[in-house]
């Protein structure tokens, strides 16, 4: 009963089950792993795959055997099971990625960096508190490289500038130091390229390479940690290691801090933590509003403040978005050589999203945590004492208040011990002018955003 397919037919099996994997495992992955893999055998019972190098054998059985398994199953019409085996590299070269593969990716043609965006500089980053201090230590460590934020962290959600600010890094330290070494270079082509240097038994040179490097900017480094690959994480942490004990400078960006990566490493995520970790929150109305006026001036347009204000207030929660929202009304008024109208804006950018990240946390949460972090009894906090060891504390945390949350000043000030409205704004003063001058501010405050954001 159970009819074999013959090799042509299987190849034609794989190909039409890539699509649906793609979807399941993810597009990067199956364009790293599953692409290059063949179907060896078929006994109508048995699926047997055969895949590039060990590595991407226990990383498929770990993480989709099921899901590749009810793939195939659906494409023969029939319950399979799913073995999958190395294959030699010399008898059978697994097929080159398709040619919808694209933007193509540097598997193992040659190791080390992706080229710098010229865009993305610290000329062109529009500094404010959702970024101050993530900046300022970017700033720090392209004058310094290795010598005073090592390994620095950036982590934020999508579209909020770690790529950016990595790769501002990038072009300072070219800047001032030509003859450093400079590698950005994100998570996943960094395992691309290890698993091309594995097939092709060129890891020694991948190796050498990764590890004659002066910076070393590596970007959504979640990926190593999302696909438990004993491998990859290893060799990650080889190189990194080498590097930060050679004094060079790492810095590393990611969509969650260091202790939140499901690392296997242990050491790995206690070295991380240890160095600098800096947020990117998203940014207030008025510094969305900045940074269109910015890419629209850089785009040679001269847009309505109205016009700004409008996309900057639907657009919330992710500066790409915002900008693709921007560029396309900069497409139509280059297309009609006319200005827009505000209706015509509108109704252009409906379709964006408005989803806002909630801002969850209260006064109270806010009081609580900075009484704990700083060691200030709470009932002093909200009490009328006014000594400074009780004052600074509290400033900070009405600070805090009115940055994270919607409540007026008049009702922070009812919540601290019922001040008046001119003494909280004047606590929210002190410490914004401190946060542009002393550098622990900047660090206290950025270490309790952070917390209270968790
Ligand atoms: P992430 O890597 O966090 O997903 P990106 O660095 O790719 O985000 O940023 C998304 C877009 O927003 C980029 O075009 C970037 O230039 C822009 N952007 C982010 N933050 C800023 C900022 N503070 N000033 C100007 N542009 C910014
Ligand atoms: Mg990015």
Redesign the pocket.
Known sequence: MAETISPPGLAQLWQSALPQLAESVGHAACDTFLRSAQVLEFDGETILLGVANEFARDWLREKHLPAISSCLSELVERPVLVEMQVVEQDGNPPAPPMADTAPAKPIATGFGSVPLNP??TFE???VADC?RFAHAASQQVSKSPGKSYNPFFIH?K???????LLQAIGHAVVEHNPNLQVVYISAESFVNQLIGAMRDNRTAQFRHRYRNVDVWLVDDVQFIAAIKGPASEEEFFHTFNTLYETNKQVVI?SDAPPRHLQLMNDRLRSRLEMGIVAD?RCPDVETRIA?LD?KAQSEGLALSQEILTYIAEKIESN??VL?GALLKVCAQISLTGEQLTLSAVEELIADYSTAAAPRSVSVRDIAEYVADQMECPLEDMLGPKRNQEIVWPRQVAVYLARELTNSSLANIGAFFGGRDHSTILHGYNKVSELLETDEEVLWLINDLKSGLQM
């Open positions: 865009k993305y062109n980053f529009v970024n934020s999508v579209g909020l500038g770690k790529t950016h960006a990117l940074i910015k500066i790409r900008e």
